[in-house]
Structures are given as structure tokens and as C-alpha cells.
């Protein structure tokens, strides 16, 4: 089935440092999700977009729906060591009837203290 | 609040045994339900979803299949599993009708033997 494309596949980070991660798809899009998922565990929503172009943060991440509709991208203020995992998008697009959601591939975030 | 179950956490099965995970949400009415399987280290499969009782939209021919026997419970079965089946099965849902948000549930680790 379709998947989008987040880049990176994987990043090793200082402890401190910034994050930032994108997912693109060749479909339009008017919902963006983006989700946690630690080992062993259900993906845990971090953020919703809804709007192009719109910006939203939650505590040190921030997500930001892009002007095309087609991607999307999230930040990870002063990394800490609980943010490793892998980290997905997911888009929705609810004007073409579908229930469906389309996931990204992945990117898994190591932090170094 | 809205709850998401998922029994068993874990299960390991031999070849051609039946399988019955179930899902149970609380806190909300009507939900779109979904079943997702994720091979290790791999991204999101979806593979059935409902958007009420008894209505299922399978989305990969396979050895599964999804049954919606009350508004809040999700069951994915098989009459004989394959080792292929092993994989990490997520349950998730939508409040229909009110954003386009997706939770997950906690899901449930099969090992087909």
C-alpha cells in the first residue's frame, strides 16, 4: 500500500540538541498527524494539523502542516533522552470519502546524553 | 475520557491454530475502529476497518478477517494462522464526526511458532 516518505530513516542526537524531521507524500492531504511510538507500545499522538500552512506546538514540539498539503514537518526542541523512538506521520484526506490513513515509513531518534 | 483495550498483550501460537485478539474502546459512541499490523521495525499495515456494526472493509487479501459485534468492539480472527502472521497488532479509533484525530491502543505481540 501507499506509505509516505520520512526522512531521516534514523538520526543519532546529542542530548540538548534540535530535531527536525519530514514526511512528504505525492497526494494532497488536509489532516497531518504526527505520532511517538516507543518499543513494545502503541503509537502515541503528539500533534494534529489541520490547516495548510498552520503551525502547532506541544510543549517542545512543534509540527507545521505544509503550504503545499503535500508535506509536513516536525521539531524537537532541546532533544532529552524519553524522546527516543520512532517517530510517524500520518495524513488523511477527508474530502476523497476515504476512512483511511496514510503512514510514514519512520524515523527513529537516538539521543546520546 | 476515551480508552482503548487490547487483550492479549502477548500470544504466542503454533501453525495453524485459530486466533481471536480483541479490542474494546470506552468513553465514546459510534467510533471508526481499525486494525493495523507492524512487522518489526516496520511501518503501519493497515488491514481492516469499521465504521459501525457489523460493517468491515477489508484493505489486504490474507489469512485474517475482522468481526464488529457491538458498537465498541473490534475482533480480528484467523482459522489458522501462518508463521507470516507474527507481528505486532495495533487497534485504533476515530470519533466519527468530530476531527480526524486516530488513537492507538496498547496492542498485542503474536509469535506464530
Known amino acids: 500500500g501507499q506509505q509516505l516518505n520520512q526522512s531521516p530513516q534514523s538520526m543519532f542526537i546529542q542530548e540538548g540538541e534540535d530535531v527536525s524531521m519530514n514526511c512528504t507524500s505525492s497526494?494532497?492531504?488536509?489532516?497531518w498527524l504526527w505520532y511517538k511510538q516507543d518499543p513494545g507500545e502503541g503509537p502515541v499522538l503528539l500533534i494534529a494539523l489541520y490547516k495548510a500552512g498552520e503551525l502547532t506546538s506541544n510543549g517542545r514540539l512543534t509540527a507545521q502542516f505544509g503550504i503545499t498539503r503535500k508535506d509536513s514537518f516536525l521539531n524537537i526542541s532541546a532533544s532529552i533522552p524519553s524522546d527516543v523512538g520512532i517517530y510517524f506521520c500520518?495524513?488523511?484526506?477527508?474530502?476523497?470519502?476515504?476512512?483511511?490513513?496514510?503512514f510514514g515509513t519512520g524515523t527513529r531518534l537516538k539521543v546520546l546524553a | 475520557s476515551q480508552t482503548i483495550h487490547q487483550w492479549p498483550a502477548t500470544l504466542v501460537q503454533p501453525v495453524g491454530s485459530p486466533l481471536s485478539l480483541e479490542c474494546t474502546v470506552e468513553?465514546?459512541?459510534?467510533?471508526?475502529l481499525y486494525w493495523y499490523r507492524q512487522a518489526a521495525g516496520r511501518g503501519l499495515q493497515l488491514l481492516f476497518y469499521s465504521v459501525g456494526i457489523g460493517q468491515i472493509s477489508s484493505e489486504v487479501p490474507q489469512n485474517l478477517s475482522a468481526s464488529r459485534p457491538q458498537d465498541r468492539q473490534f475482533i480480528l480472527s484467523s482459522k489458522k494462522l501462518l508463521l507470516s502472521d507474527s507481528g505486532f497488532y495495533l487497534c485504533?479509533?476515530?470519533?466519527?464526526?468530530?476531527?480526524?484525530?486516530?488513537?492507538f491502543g496498547p496492542g498485542t505481540r503474536l509469535t506464530v511458532t
Open positions: 497526494s494532497i492531504f488536509n489532516t
Open positions: 500520518a495524513g488523511h484526506d477527508s474530502t476523497s470519502g476515504t476512512y483511511k490513513y496514510i
Open positions: 468513553g465514546t459512541s459510534n467510533p471508526n
Open positions: 485504533a479509533w476515530r470519533w466519527a464526526g468530530r476531527g480526524y484525530e486516530q488513537y
